[in-house]
Each structure stands twice: as structure tokens, then as C-alpha cells.
């Protein structure tokens, strides 16, 4: 038993042990430098003020005119070229120029070009040498099913010195991405490398996930029995093999490091599940619409797109609760909040009786509505700062709601709930103490993933020596 137990050890270290040092080395640049993403306050940063005058069109026509059976929310932006309603259904998105309904859909380089130039300009950016790329469906940065709605992209680079490059979605003509020339070279190191995340391997979903699942599944049962064997030589077992040299240093460090290790890898497995062993969090597309009502956009009066006097960047209406609201936004951490026709009496976000009256459409046994505090054992938050997520528990379901946008965020069950700290807790220190304590959280995860790397080292040492001997005999 024990012979094969070290067999299965030493021959998936010596495939393996690179691997581990590259997780726990990109691991740490990982957390310094994360993944490009548009945050919501850089998306508004660059939004230019809307100019009411070329909406000659209502969101109830829109919405008729869009062609979409289940639209859930409507929004209207400023683009260079006029403005726009962007009409949002469970899984696409429609554009249309809100003077006369036609289609928005970006269909040449130079309109991109142009909508990146005056985004860049509201983030005082220098443009002036910017260039436009044809529109692709993929790249490295922009691989994630959440760009899928909006795709193909237009890849503008503006050839400043921060080496920026803009996103352009051609079917809505939203900024949906800015990368930097540091953030793209320190992610090669970092999350491509970590995530084994090439676009000629990442492009093919299926391919990738079950490379990565068995990888990781395997990784993980060699640190399984690394640490068993550790526990069993410390325990003095028969069998247990003895250790000098490179083995003793190895064997040492991973008593020290062991625990780290072992829960480590296991839930960088776990990251890999997608549903297969714990649920994956994400409301049906049933519940999204039971929450919203489905309310007949029809209902909306014809004025309401001229319901605001005041300048603003954004307008939005969603369903919610079998009504629609108007969501008025002039900055990014400011919005009011409407029932759809009423030009008084608005609030900033939902209130808890509005999600209350709202709960019986979602499920029967539903409670009061709380609001997720900081410091929550679950943590979530909205887009817009101080703005309240509410949870609902429905039986044993629990479900989040954004109270700025009533979107429904995220749905937890007792098996999400576990996923929580098998997943999140183990393999990013989300702990509600140290998520209150960045700076020590940031210690901590160099501090391990460093102590991770110098042990994957050793085994890279004896899995190159065992090696050389193998390759000898």
C-alpha cells in the first residue's frame, strides 16, 4: 500500500511540479494585478450627456420595434452619432438609434473609431494617434461568455503611452473593455498563465474546461497523497519512507506548507465545477422573470423619455415587480428612481417593502427582506456605491437583489453556500476578517503562495533528478 502510494506520489509530481510552482508564482501576480475588467465607474466615466433633443422616439416604440419577446430593461445613451436605446432581453441585446428606430449596430471601423475617440477625451486620455482594428469575435482579453451579448468587438488602440486599447461592441457601440499595456503584461504572468488561459485553447469552452478539470483533479490527488505520505512517515508508520537531502528539505517544507497546499489546489479544482458538483448560483431565467412581472411596456406614456429636465448621462427603465421604473443617473455614485410616469416623489434605490411586495412572485415562502451588510459571512455588493443589496430567503434558497437596478444578482442554496468557503474562503482568503484587513489579507496570500512556490521548487529538483536517473537506466 505504501509503495504504491509514493509510486503515485513521486511519478504526478514529476508531471506535475512545475505546474504547481507556475500556479502559486501567477497566483501572487494574480492578486496584485487582476484581470482586465470595466469597472461601472470607468463605463460611466466615459458616457457623454444625453441629448434629449434627437430622442424622437418612445421606450414603449422601441421596445415594439426591437423584435424581442421578453425585454427586461430598456436604457438610452449618448453616442457620437446620436442617441441610442439599448433594449436587453434574457441573453441579447438590441440597439437602436432612438430618432428612427433603425438599427445602431456599429458596421464600420470608423464609427468605432469615433465612439473610442470621445470616450477616451471624457477620460482625458490622449487619442490623437488612435487607429481601429476589424471586429473579431475573440482575443486574449476579452474570451469571458460576458462579452458574448456583444460581440464582435472593434479593438481601438490609441498608441499613448499607457499602451491603452479600447473595446468597442459592435452591436450595441458600448465601451465594454480598456486594457493597459502593464496590465496585459503582468496578466501574461499572471492569469493566462494561470488560468492555462491562451485564446487558441480558451476559445474552445468545452475543450478547456475538461483540460483544466482533469488537470487540477489530478494535481490534486497527488497533494492528497504528498500528505499522506508526510503524515504517515511523521507518525512513524511502516513503510514510511526516510529522507535525506532535497526529499528531507522537501518533505519538511511541505509538513510546514502542507495544509496551504493541499486545500489550495483542491479548491483551484473546484473553481473548475460549473455546476457539476455544487450549483452554480446563477437565477433561472424564470425566476429573473417571475421577479420582474413582465408589466406591458406598452403602459408607458408617451412623454416619458421627456419626463427629465435636468442633464443626465443615462436613463434607464426596468421591470420589477410587475412595474416598470425609471432609473435616472447624472454621475456615477447619484441616481433617482421613478415609478414610470411619475415626475415627483423619487427615491435613490429600491426600498425593502418594494422587494417585499415583489417576493411572492419569486416563491411562496419568502421572508422580509434584509439588507447585505458589510462584513457579511456572503458577501455581495451593487455597482453603485452605498447602494443596498437585499436578500431574500425563500425556504432554504436565498436570493440577492440589487436595489439600484433590481437585478436579481445571485441565488444561494445550501450547496452554494458550502461552495462559498470550499471555493472562495480556501483558495482567495475571502474570509470576512481579512476582507475587513486588505493590507493583511495581501501579506498573507504573497506569504503562502511564496512558501507554495519554494516547496514546488524542491519537487521540481528531485522530479528532475528522478527523471535523469530514469532516463539513464
Known sequence: MMRALVLLHRWLGVVFCLLFAMWFASGAVMHLVPFPALSEADRFAGLAPLQLSGVVHDPAEAVSASGLTNVRRVKVT??????????????????????????????????????????????????????????????????????????????????????????????????????????????????????????????????????????????????????????????????????????????????????????????????????LLFSA?????????????????????????????????????????????????????????????????????????DIDAAAARLAADCGTAAVVTSGNAYPIASTIPEAPVFRLTCGPEWFDIDGASGALLEKLDASRRAYR????ALHTLDFPVLIARPALRTILIILLCSGGFVFSMTGVILAWRRTATSLRA
Open 281 to 353: 448560483g446563477t437565477p433561472t431565467d424564470k425566476e429573473a422573470s417571475s421577479l420582474a412581472g413582465a408589466p406591458p411596456w406598452s403602459a408607458l406614456p408617451p412623454d416619458e423619455i421627456r419626463s427629465v429636465a435636468n442633464p443626465v448621462r443615462e436613463m434607464e427603465w426596468f421591470a420589477f415587480g410587475g412595474k416598470i421604473y425609471r432609473r435616472v443617473r447624472a454621475t456615477a455614485d447619484h441616481q433617482e428612481l421613478f415609478l414610470a410616469g411619475a415626475t415627483s416623489s423619487g427615491q435613490a434605490f429600491l426600498r425593502a417593502n
Open 78 to 275: 449618448q453616442r457620437t452619432d446620436g442617441p441610442v436605446y439599448l433594449l436587453f432581453g434574457p441573453t441579447n441585446v438590441v440597439a437602436l438609434r432612438a430618432s428612427d428606430l433603425s438599427s445602431a449596430a456599429v458596421q464600420s471601423p470608423s464609427v468605432a473609431l469615433a465612439i473610442a475617440e470621445d470616450y477616451a477625451s471624457r477620460r482625458q486620455w490622449d487619442a490623437s494617434a488612435a487607429g481601429a482594428a476589424a471586429p473579431q469575435s475573440y482575443d486574449q482579453w476579452t474570451l469571458a461568455g460576458d462579452f458574448d451579448r456583444y460581440r464582435p468587438l472593434y479593438r481601438i488602440s490609441l498608441h499613448d503611452t499607457q499602451g491603452t486599447e479600447l473595446y468597442v461592441s459592435a452591436t450595441t457601440g458600448e465601451v465594454v473593455l480598456n486594457t493597459t499595456f502593464r496590465q496585459r503584461a503582468w496578466n501574461y504572468v499572471g492569469s493566462v498563465a494561470h488560468w492555462i488561459y491562451p485564446t487558441v485553447l480558451r476559445s474552445h469552452r468545452g475543450l478547456w474546461n475538461r483540460l483544466l478539470w482533469w488537470l487540477s483533479l489530478l494535481a490534486s490527488i497527488g497533494a492528497g497523497a504528498g500528505a499522506l505520505i508526510g503524515a504517515l512517515q511523521v507518525f512513524g508508520c511502516r513503510g514510511a519512507p526516510a529522507y535525506r537531502g532535497w526529499q528531507k528539505a522537501h518533505h519538511w517544507l511541505g509538513l510546514c506548507c502542507g495544509t496551504f497546499v493541499l486545500t489550495w489546489i483542491f479548491s483551484g479544482f473546484l473553481s473548475m465545477d460549473n455546476g
Open 421 to 424: 468557503w470550499l471555493f472562495d
